[in-house]
């Protein structure tokens, strides 16, 4: 019996031409800790919000970003965390208060990984590529 070598492979998909974006708008309650562990497929385009927290993950610009939504929220704790700490890049300008208020955003942020209470996850995409799967739960708008 001959048996081809089996080989595994990866395709990245191409973005669509601009002129076929679809504007969606992908909103998911997160209700208990094993919704954390859904994957955001989120375009280089896209942008997150958590209304909850009046907190926003802004656009990448130049690649998308895939990882579940409880290690996007992680990212984020540490990227501010990592912003105003003591080794941190912060500018030389910012006042003690707003340090604070960051902070209290971080721990905010890290309660969320615990999902003591529901909160909500909203991909803004003007592009339509960006995906939360699986999908089940998933509000897709296109506004």
């Known amino acids: ?3 081809a070598p089996c080989r595994t492979f990866f395709q990245i998909k191409p ?3 601009h002129s076929e974006w679809k504007s969606t708008k992908l909103t998911f309650a997160v209700t208990k800790t094993a919704d954390l562990w859904r994957t955001c497929h989120k375009s280089q385009y ?4 958590i209304p909850e927290l009046e907190f926003e993950i802004s656009q990448h610009g130049r690649r998308r970003h895939v990882d579940s939504i409880f290690n996007q929220i992680s990212r984020a704790v540490y990227n501010l965390s990592m912003y ?3 080794t941190g890049h912060s500018p030389e300008g910012l006042s003690d208060d707003h ?3 960051i902070m209290e955003t971080v721990n905010e942020l890290k309660k969320l990984l615990d999902v003591p209470q529901a909160f909500t996850w909203i991909v803004h995409d003007p592009s339509g590529m960006s995906k939360i799967l699986p999908a089940a739960g998933v509000v897709v708008e296109h506004p």
């Open 46 to 49: 896209a942008w997150i919000e």
């Open 99 to 101: 340090k604070d208020r």
């Open 1 to 3: 019996v001959l048996r």
């Open 15 to 17: 973005d669509i031409p």
């Open 84 to 86: 105003v700490g003591p």
